[in-house]
């Protein structure tokens, strides 16, 4: 990974989130420029997607000049009826507008744009999601684009029976665990002349004993991508709805005095988020 230098950081950037179930799908992976990306995948037909970053007016004029460049020489682009899908359907303007200024000022700069391999029947809807909070001016825009069903089928669910050990954090599921293992292991005690073999075996019967009587299990999918947030706890899930509330009042009326509340519930959120996420490290 290449170091960026300080003054350089957050100027531009460009990526693609792709849910992994279809990682055996991505094809190529084209790193053009700072600002162009593409991505090869392959459904019944090959899909690329282009994600484009244009720099602002206020950004030298040899660096526009260099993105045009990149931008046209991309041997997938331009010169095939490239269709903009943002204006196609009858939204509230909340739903249409992707930037907001300091002043409230309103535009479109953020745009969904296919090529006519795509038909206008496929383009089922392309809207702003004004609720979602992404830590920038610009407004997430959401596509829904009808494709092929992918090459890669699912692989059968697996399924297995595992013991409910998150209720071990609350005391009295934790002391009557202790006390069913204790009544198993004095009911079926190890003797002194077990081998180790079955000393354990025993160990392990008395133990899985208690545990299915005071904890209970449940069933696993293991072809299932695991939950590995560990740290979003009550606690996380709380304080983020609050931020997200703010947030939303403050976009529905943005007054000063609503930006300033969001703005004090936010970075309290991530610092206390970020402490949490450090806790569980």
């Known amino acids: 990974m290449e170091r960026v230098p300080k003054e350089q950081r957050a100027t531009s950037g460009v990526g693609v989130a792709i849910n992994d179930k279809y990682e055996q799908n991505i094809e190529s992976i084209e790193y053009v420029c700072d600002r162009i990306l593409r991505v090869k995948i392959m459904f019944d037909q090959p899909i690329h997607i282009i994600s484009v970053y244009e720099p602002d007016i206020n950004k030298p004029e040899e660096m526009s000049m260099d993105f045009y460049e990149n931008l046209v020489s991309d041997r997938q682009n331009t010169k095939n009826e490239l269709r903009i899908n943002n204006t ?13 200024d300091n002043r409230n000022n309103k535009s479109i700069i953020d745009y969904i744009i296919t090529n006519r391999s795509f038909l206008p029947q496929q383009i089922i809807d392309i809207r702003v999601l004004s609720s979602a909070n992404i830590g920038t001016d610009h407004k997430l825009v959401l596509g829904k684009i009808r494709i092929g069903a992918p090459l890669f089928k699912k692989r059968p669910s697996i399924k297995t029976e595992k013991f409910n050990i998150e209720s071990l954090n609350h005391e009295s599921t934790k002391q009557l665990y202790s006390n069913r293992c204790q009544t198993h292991v004095t009911l079926n005690p190890i003797a002194q002349f077990d081998t180790p073999n079955t000393a354990w ?27 590995i947030k560990h740290w979003f706890t009550l606690e996380v899930k709380n304080i983020t709805r609050e931020k997200k509330e703010k947030y939303l009042q403050y976009k529905k009326s943005p007054t000063l005095e609503n930006r300033n509340i969001y703005t004090e519930i936010r970075n309290r959120t991530n610092n206390r988020v970020r402490e949490i996420k450090e806790e569980y490290w």
């Open 88 to 100: 196609y359907f009858p939204h509230k303007e909340q739903h249409k507008y992707t930037f907001y």
């Open 201 to 227: 075996n025993k160990l392990k019967e008395n133990i899985c004993k208690g545990a299915k009587e005071a904890l209970g299990t449940r069933t696993v999918s293991h072809n299932r991508r695991p939950n």
